[in-house]
């Protein structure tokens, strides 16, 4: 089977930093995207994992490990314009096989 | 174009009419997905063509859903015999299809379906 969850909400402050974090239940694991999704919009690439570790880049932060199944996305001097849904979603296999989580959203506080 | 565009942006219908929703994708990307989300939840893969392939349908709800794709270009998804618990949002995405973060997905705005 497969399975991706993820906190349905989280509120943070403004200039504060927040983790969400996604746990994944799939085979032939080939990679892990994170999305943002404002409210009525589309979703847009945040980052993208396919090996363990953190890739950064400026306020946002994506951390992999397949081991466990564990992805976070972390983001740092959160803004008001951060309020959005972010999704965690894998690939599975060779091809174009990707399943999305159900999304967080999150909300930032002034 | 830039960017994917889906149309109509906003479709509201009356249950058991069909109704047809359009995405072009982003030009030279050979990958093109549709997902369906319902509010407040997550995407629901639906189908996704790679070039001349044959499709994978595996995410079609049911036989009343369907979707056609020319080549590259623009795909349609049709709804036949709308429902209550069709409404919900429909996404689009394409992809450039080959190594590692050229399958970011880039997606369209959506098309918004009521089913009154």
């Known amino acids: 089977g497969q399975n991706i969850d993820q906190p349905t909400e989280m509120t943070a402050t403004e200039g504060a930093i927040v983790q969400i974090n996604c746990t994944y239940q799939t085979s032939g694991f080939n990679g892990l995207f994170w999305y943002q999704q404002h409210a009525g919009e589309a979703p847009t690439f945040l980052s993208y994992?396919?090996?363990?570790g953190l890739e950064e880049k400026g306020r946002f932060s994506s951390f992999l490990s397949r081991s466990k199944g564990y992805s976070y996305l972390l983001l740092k001097e959160l803004q008001m314009k951060d309020s959005a849904s972010y999704l965690c979603?894998?690939?599975?296999?060779?091809?174009?096989?990707?399943?999305f989580g159900p999304g967080t959203r999150l909300s930032v506080l002034p | 174009g830039a960017g994917v565009s889906q149309s109509p942006s906003n479709k509201v219908t009356e249950k058991g009419k069909d109704v047809e929703l359009r995405c072009d994708p982003i030009?030279?990307?050979?990958?093109l997905y549709w997902y369906r989300q319902r509010l407040g939840q997550g995407l629901e893969f639906l189908i996704y063509?790679?070039?001349?392939?044959?499709?994978?349908k595996s995410g079609l709800p049911s036989d009343r859903f369907s979707a056609e794709r020319t080549g590259e270009s623009v795909s349609t998804l049709t709804i036949q015999r709308t429902q209550q618990e069709d409404s919900a949002v429909y996404l689009c995405a394409s992809s450039l299809d080959f190594g590692g973060q050229g399958y970011i997905q880039y997606f369209g705005a959506g098309t918004r379906l009521s089913v009154l």
């Open positions: 063509f790679q070039g001349n392939s044959a499709p994978d």
């Open positions: 030009s030279g990307h050979t990958a």
């Open positions: 979603a894998v690939r599975r296999g060779y091809g174009q096989n990707f399943v």
């Open positions: 994992n396919v090996l363990d």
